[in-house]
């Protein structure tokens, strides 16, 4: 099975502009959780969709959001970008089978804002 | 406290060494446990899972689990410069399926 798949794998955008981000899960796969990467906080979790429901949803500004399609892919947005907000974005897919179910990630965006 | 939290190294260990990662959690209703390798500029890969108490081998790893001390640990056999990476130790809760808490890492360095 191809793994995870993240576009664009590099981004540059300006403060006050806005970024969507894309993520292509595992066939079969109907959870995606979003997570942001910095080396000041480390992993942070973002959301996670299940079936095109947000089923769980972290600790981040409302100019965060997303949103998961029929067939499972997702997209996050950012709006009103921050200098703060240049990280590595990682999204990850689940067979969403409960508490052993298994998250793979995916290679990752990385965004600058400048 | 944390949710999860892990030795802070960085760990230095010879090649064919062993090296030992160790993380606590601090919800005693987590009920999965997962040990993510990250290299630098790549994005984490699953090494091992591990949901019952006790020990779990894959080749040269080992991960360790006491869910009463609520502490799972990550054994390297036989360490290679190859395994040179942060290792990351993630948490599943009871309550929150979908989510993962991760550990800061700890970096890892195998030298020949």
């Known amino acids: 099975k191809a793994g995870v798949t993240q576009t664009p794998r590099y981004l540059i955008k300006t403060r006050g502009q806005q970024v969507t981000l894309s993520c292509s899960p595992i066939?079969?796969?109907?959870?995606v959780s979003w997570y942001q990467q910095t080396p000041g906080q480390g992993l942070q979790f973002l959301f996670e969709?299940?079936?095109?429901?947000?089923?769980n949803k972290g600790n981040f500004p409302g100019r965060f959001s997303g949103r998961q399609f029929s067939n499972s892919r997702s997209e996050m947005n950012v709006s009103t970008l921050e200098l703060g907000d240049s990280a590595l974005y990682l999204c990850?897919?689940?067979?969403?089978?409960?508490?052993?179910?298994?998250?793979?990630f995916g290679p990752g965006t990385r965004l600058l804002v400048l | 406290q944390k949710e999860v939290e892990q030795n802070s190294g960085p760990l230095s260990v010879p090649e064919g060494a062993i090296a030992s990662l160790n993380c606590t959690y601090s919800?005693?209703?987590?009920?999965?446990f997962f040990w993510y390798r990250q290299y630098s500029g790549k994005s984490p890969e699953l090494i091992m899972s591990?949901?019952?108490?006790g020990d779990k081998e894959d080749g040269r790893f080992t991960a360790q689990l006491n869910k009463a001390s609520q502490y799972v640990s990550l054994l390297i056999r036989d360490s290679q410069p190859s395994d040179s990476a942060t290792y990351l130790c993630?948490?599943?809760?009871?309550?929150?399926?979908?989510?993962?808490?991760f550990g800061r890492g700890t970096q890892l360095t195998v030298w020949p």
């Open positions: 993630a948490v599943v809760r009871g309550s929150t399926l979908g989510r993962l808490y």
């Open positions: 990850a897919s689940a067979d969403g089978g409960g508490l052993q179910e298994t998250q793979y």
């Open positions: 066939s079969g796969h109907r959870s």
């Open positions: 591990i949901y019952s108490n």
């Open positions: 969709y299940f079936s095109e429901t947000q089923r």
């Open positions: 919800d005693r209703g987590s009920q999965s």
